[in-house]
């Protein structure tokens, strides 16, 4: 098993291009989320899924936008890049109960490191 | 707002002694909290969890306490190596509401002294 991929691991970008993180997880979790981590500073949750077609807002949605057409991927969307999207970005996934995320753990890809000049 | 803490940013251990490492929530509603190891360059490992009916809960050279009167929990890591060096992150959800989030604090860093 693979678990989470992230692709690419690293990317430099100018103000303003748009890019997309790709994240595909093998384990037919349907949950599954983006955080960033800031130098010094703990994961905040940007956007999540709890299935195909359904996902929400986490909490710094800002700038970035996410579709979830199928169970295995979660691709994360930067239409207009700032600099104070310079941050690393780690996608995780999980089981879910009813329909929201269970007890049990995230599973995260090794994450994306993003630099936006 | 409501927000998951970290009383200490890091914490410097004598290998072979025990670890605590502190963690506070504001969030009453919380009523499941995990622990996350971060080493350098990887993403967060579970590590432990613990749910609002249970005050203590064992893992192999880890336990997780929790006290919902001061909303504080803790990890305690015995007879830490060098391989327990990295950064922990406590972690908490609201297993009942409507929402499926995992809120993460600010992490401590564990450095091991040999």
């Known amino acids: 098993n693979a678990g989470v991929t992230q692709t690419p691991k690293f990317q430099v970008l100018k103000t303003g291009q748009s890019m997309t993180l790709q994240c595909a997880q093998d384990?037919?979790?349907?949950?599954m989320s983006w955080y960033r981590q800031d130098p010094g500073m703990g994961l905040r949750l940007i956007h999540y899924?709890?299935?195909?077609?359904?996902?929400d807002q986490g909490e710094v949605p800002n700038g970035y936008n996410v579709s979830r057409s199928t169970t295995e991927d979660f691709p994360l969307r930067l239409l207009s890049a700032a600099p104070s999207q310079t941050s690393v970005y780690f996608c995780?996934?999980?089981?879910?109960?009813?329909?929201?995320?269970?007890?049990?753990?995230?599973?995260f890809g090794e994450g994306s490191r993003l630099t936006v000049l | 707002g409501e927000s998951v803490g970290l009383h200490l940013p890091t914490l410097s251990v004598q290998e072979g002694d025990n670890s605590i490492i502190n963690c506070a929530y504001s969030?009453?509603?919380?009523?499941?909290f995990i622990w996350y190891k971060q080493e350098s360059g990887k993403g967060p490992q579970f590590i432990i969890d613990?749910?609002?009916?249970?005050d203590k809960r064992q893992g192999q050279r880890v336990t997780v306490l929790l006290n919902k009167t001061v909303k504080h929990l803790s990890l305690q890591i015995a007879a830490t190596q060098p391989g327990d060096s990295a950064v922990y992150f406590c972690?908490?959800?609201?297993?009942?509401?409507?929402?499926?989030?995992?809120?993460f604090g600010s992490g401590t860093r564990l450095s091991i002294r040999p």
């Open positions: 613990i749910r609002s009916n249970m």
């Open positions: 384990m037919n979790h349907e949950y």
């Open positions: 969030n009453s509603a919380s009523d499941y």
């Open positions: 995780a996934s999980s089981y879910t109960l009813g329909g929201q995320l269970g007890a049990g753990e995230l599973f």
């Open positions: 972690a908490e959800n609201s297993l009942y509401s409507s929402a499926s989030k995992i809120i």
């Open positions: 899924s709890v299935g195909a077609g359904i996902t």
